[in-house]
Structure formats: C-alpha cells, structure tokens
C-alpha cells in the first residue's frame, strides 16, 4: 500500500480546518441564538410581530406622567411611539438619563400585555458633548464675541 502524496495530505489537511471552522461557527451561533434579541417599537407589538417569551428590545418614548413607583425598586412606565403604547414594569435601579419624555430602550420579554424589562438604557440627548469639548466651544464663541 502507498503512503499518501504530500499535495494530497495538504489537501485533506485544508479541508479539515475548513469543516473545523464552520462546526466552530455553528457552535457559536447555535449557544448565541438564546440571547439575540430583536428590537421592536410599540407599533410592532401592536400589531403582533412580537410573542410572549420571546427576549426582544422595545424602544420609544416614555410617555409623560406614566412613570410610578410601586414600592422599592419596582417601577412601571408607559412606552409610546406613533400609534401605540406598551405598559413596562422594571425592578431594579433606573439610569440617571431616564426621564419621562425621553427615549427609552428596554430589554425584556412580553408578559400577559406587559413588556418585564430586565435592563433599562436610556438615550441620552444627541446634542451631548464631553466636558472638555463644550469649555472650548463656550471659550470660541466667547472670544468671539469679544472680538466683535
């Protein structure tokens, strides 16, 4: 029996690392598919495209004058985009960004009607500029008018 040519060694050796990173690609999708989390806006759970259980992320407004404390760290809020409005409760500690009338994304789950949000990330104001960018604008703009 002859013994294997180099040229086809490589080529068993080449098509093995390929079967070796599309099994680690699989593996990886395949331990990642619990925790993707599609974003949806109030209209899409109004209109269904959201299931109970299913981990997504709802992002809108929080509507004015919904937010309510209900004892400890439990709050629940009101989320509004165009046409629809989704009630949201929350157990743990808001971030310092989050305000009524402001964007809002929650992670969580749809529950009998309610979105149960695990983590709340509020946007913060596009107009934001680091501290030592906005002491250089006000100093331009003052030297500016100084100027004048």
Known sequence: MSAIKPKHQ???LALLVIA???AAALLA????ADRAAYFRTPEDIASGKARGGEAIRLGGMVEK???EEMGGTSVRFVVVDRAAKVPVTYRGILPDLFREGSGVVAEGRMERGTFVADMIL???DERYMPPQLGNQSAERKTAKTLSK
Not at 29 to 32: Q, R, V
């Open 10 to 12: 490589r080529l068993v």
């Open 65 to 67: 004058g919904s937010l």
């Open 122 to 124: 509020a946007k913060h």
């Open 29 to 32: 999708m395949w331990g990642l």
């Open 20 to 22: 070796a990173l599309i």
